[in-house]
C-alpha cells in the first residue's frame, strides 16, 4: 500500500468563457507526495496543466505565482492526468488531500471534458479529507487551515504557499505526524490541553478568542479561492 498526498491549483473561468457551461474552474497544476507503507516520503510529482478556457485570472496569478508564460506549453488535462495516473502505478494506493475541493475538481472536470481515465474511480473509492480527519484529531470543532496546522505542529512551512508541491510536502509532513500517536500527543499537546480544557469549562471561543480565530476555518469555503490554506 502507498499513500500519496494531492495539492492542485485551480484557475477561475470567467462568465464571458463559461457561457452554459457548469465548470467553473480549472485545474492548471497538480503537486503531490508519495509515501510508503510507513508514511516514508519516497517521491515526489509536480505538473503544470493548460487550462482550455481563457487567460490565467489576475487573482489567481497573485495568489499562486502561476502565469500564463508557465502554463501556455503544459499538457491539456487528459494528457496531464494520463502522466499522473502513470506516475502513480498500478500499487494500491490511499490518497489525501487537505479538504475535498481535490477530489471534486478532479470530478467536475472529468466529467465536464469526457476523461475516460479509471483513475476518477480508484481516488472516489481510496480518497481521504484529511482536513476533516486531523480536526477529529484534536477534538477541534471547526476545520483549520493548512498554514496553521503546520505551526500548530511546530514545523516551518516549506516553499511558497498555494503552490500544489509545497501545499502537498508540508500537509504530507502533517500527516506523517498524525501516524505516530506518541509524537502526535507530544507535538500537539499544547492544542489538545486547549482543547481537554475547553470540554470541562467551557468553549473555545470564550476561553481563547485569540486561538479560536487564528485556527477556525469558515466551513463551506472552497479552499483556494476562498482562501482555506
Given at each position: 500500500m502507498q499513500h500519496i498526498m494531492i495539492d492542485l491549483e485551480m484557475?477561475?473561468?470567467?462568465?464571458?468563457?463559461?457561457?452554459?457551461?457548469?465548470?467553473?474552474?480549472?485545474?492548471?497544476?497538480?503537486?503531490a507526495v508519495r509515501m510508503n507503507e510507513h508514511y516514508e516520503v519516497i517521491d515526489t510529482y509536480q505538473s503544470?496543466?493548460?487550462?482550455?478556457?481563457?487567460?490565467?485570472?489576475?487573482?489567481?496569478?497573485?495568489?499562486?505565482?502561476?502565469?500564463?508564460?508557465?502554463?501556455?506549453d503544459s499538457p491539456g488535462f487528459a494528457d496531464a492526468m494520463d502522466a499522473f495516473t502513470e506516475w502513480i502505478g498500478p500499487e494500491e494506493t490511499w490518497f489525501y488531500s487537505w479538504s475535498m475541493s481535490?477530489?471534486?475538481?478532479?470530478?467536475?472536470?472529468?466529467?465536464?471534458?469526457?476523461?475516460?481515465?479509471?483513475?476518477?474511480?480508484?481516488?472516489?473509492?481510496?480518497?481521504t479529507d484529511f482536513q476533516e480527519e486531523f480536526r477529529r484529531l484534536l477534538g477541534l470543532h471547526h476545520r483549520i487551515k493548512?498554514?496553521?496546522?503546520?505551526?500548530?505542529?511546530?514545523y516551518e512551512f516549506k516553499g511558497a504557499q498555494h503552490t500544489a508541491l509545497a501545499d502537498a510536502v508540508n500537509t504530507a509532513e502533517i500527516l506523517r505526524l498524525s501516524k505516530d500517536?506518541?509524537?502526535?500527543?507530544?507535538?500537539?499537546?499544547?492544542?489538545?490541553?486547549?482543547?481537554?480544557?475547553?470540554r470541562k469549562e467551557q468553549t473555545l471561543m470564550d476561553m481563547c478568542p485569540e486561538f479560536f480565530a487564528a485556527f477556525m476555518d469558515a466551513e463551506g469555503n472552497d479552499k483556494k479561492q476562498d482562501d482555506t490554506k
Open positions: 484557475n477561475k473561468i470567467e462568465k464571458q468563457w463559461r457561457g452554459k457551461n457548469k465548470l467553473s474552474s480549472e485545474l492548471i497544476e497538480i503537486g503544470y496543466v493548460k487550462p482550455e478556457f481563457g487567460a490565467m485570472d489576475a487573482v489567481i496569478i497573485e495568489l499562486t505565482g502561476i502565469t500564463d508564460d508557465k502554463v501556455k481535490d477530489i471534486r475538481q478532479f470530478q467536475h472536470e472529468a466529467l465536464f471534458k469526457s476523461y475516460p481515465g479509471d483513475i476518477i474511480q480508484r481516488m472516489e473509492s481510496h480518497w493548512l498554514s496553521y496546522a503546520v505551526s500548530a505542529a511546530d500517536p506518541e509524537r502526535f500527543q507530544t507535538v500537539m499537546k499544547p492544542v489538545l490541553d486547549l482543547v481537554s480544557q475547553e
